[in-house]
């Protein structure tokens, strides 16, 4: 479980994030939505404390993550499985090294079984016979899905997704969606995924978080929000002709 | 009062980057990879620049003293002495600033703004010990060869081109270069190497590390990177040579 009480960042002046409170739970898919702009990105980073928030509390399960020093830190960041908006992977090491950094870093395994451990995380996210190559070699979607096997390298105790299925066809999509789903349950993970895309949200949002101009908006469930009045939220929610389409029947 | 900033920022650094090594295994292998992209790869520019120093040195040094007064030998001395003192040291220290710092300073910048720098911090490694102490311990390590190194193709630089275009004897550079040694010389340009390798690699990790922005930025800050190296070789060098040998 992660929770945030009241917390605001600011860059020079420029509030981007104005006290947020949320809680996060454990075993399930965490959405944070909201359109671009909205402030998701700093709210992750903030949140696994790549951004030093102005005011309020993070906590991890019993840490309070904000007041602890870097040891400290470095202790919840080994629990931490992360993918980054722009995948992020090392250009100078190849897919499977990607997949083998936090491996190497971490664990004890031997050779063999952390190369056997890559290939199981690869499979998952369907990357097959790509081991080898680097990431100036493979598409853009490709980098995502080998990120996310670098992120639930460790079998983490949280998952930060920023955006995991931008720049996917919407089949790839949904097996992503339903990969961090599946292991988020499997696992018992806490999930936290941001995003833009309705279809995610509707497929494998437990708990949804609408974030409007770096304020927490509204927050429920896929079965509530298609019910909201909330204005804002449903201006965001039926900016589809399709969803439209299915709320109105028009 | 940017400057004051700027050292303060530098301490923190080099406070971040002189941590333990998460995994001691890692840390030798990044070491061995930075001796061959630093090191190794820089045997061919830092010859090449030796050998035609080393040259023109003793020519213009044969042209300077060509008084009938002056002792034959005193051509490869001089040779040898600026070579050992100031060229072999310094010299390729700015060379390797330009060439190694911009390296440096691009690659831990892209990083940066990819967000790869982040990525490592997220796993619980400290990014900065992780990138930075191999590239400093490689430098620091190997630089010294290149000096030495230097030094030799510099001097036979010297006689090669000295000879063939008779500006000087063959016998009366050999003696020269033998003549008066000092060793203490050598040991001077490897301090000053040593020192000199420090500062290329933490000036251009620091300004690669804390880029903001995109590929504008991560160009400027490798631009910032050369030549702030260049100035504290130039700087430290003062220094040292007085520390040393006054
Ligand atoms: N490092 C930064 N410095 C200054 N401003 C920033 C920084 N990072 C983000 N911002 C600002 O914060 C606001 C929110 O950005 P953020 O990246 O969180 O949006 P987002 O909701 O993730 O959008 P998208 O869906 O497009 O990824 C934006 O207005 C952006 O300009
Ligand atoms: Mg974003």
Redo the contacts with the bound molecule.
Sequence with gaps: MIKVENISKA??G?P?LKNITAEFEQGKTNLII??????????LKSIVGLHDIDEGNIYYDDTHFNEIGFDEKKKIRQKIGMLF?GGALFDSATVEENVMFPLNMFSDLSVEEKIERANFCLARVNIVNANKLFPSEISGGMKKRVAIARAIALNPTYLFC??PNSGLDPKTSIVIDNLIKEITEEYNITTLV?T?DMNSVMGIGDKIIF?YE?EKWWEGTKEEILQSDNNELNEFVFASKLAQKIRYGK | MRLVETIGLYILFLKKVFARPQRGKIFFQEVVKEVDKLGLKSIGIVSIISFFMGAVITIQTAYNTENPFLPAYLVGLAARDSILLEFSSTIVALILAGKVGSNIASEIGTMRVTEQIDAIEIMGVNSANHLVLPKITAAVLFNPFLCILSMGVGILGGWLVGVSTGAVLSQDYIDGVQAFFIPFYITYGIIKTVVFAFLITTISAYYGYYV?GGSLEVGQSSTKAVVFSSVMILLFNLLLTQLLLS
């Design positions: 860059f020079v420029r981007v909201g359109q671009s702009g909205s402030g998701k990105t700093v709210l908006q920023d955006e941001n833009h974030i770096g | 903001e």
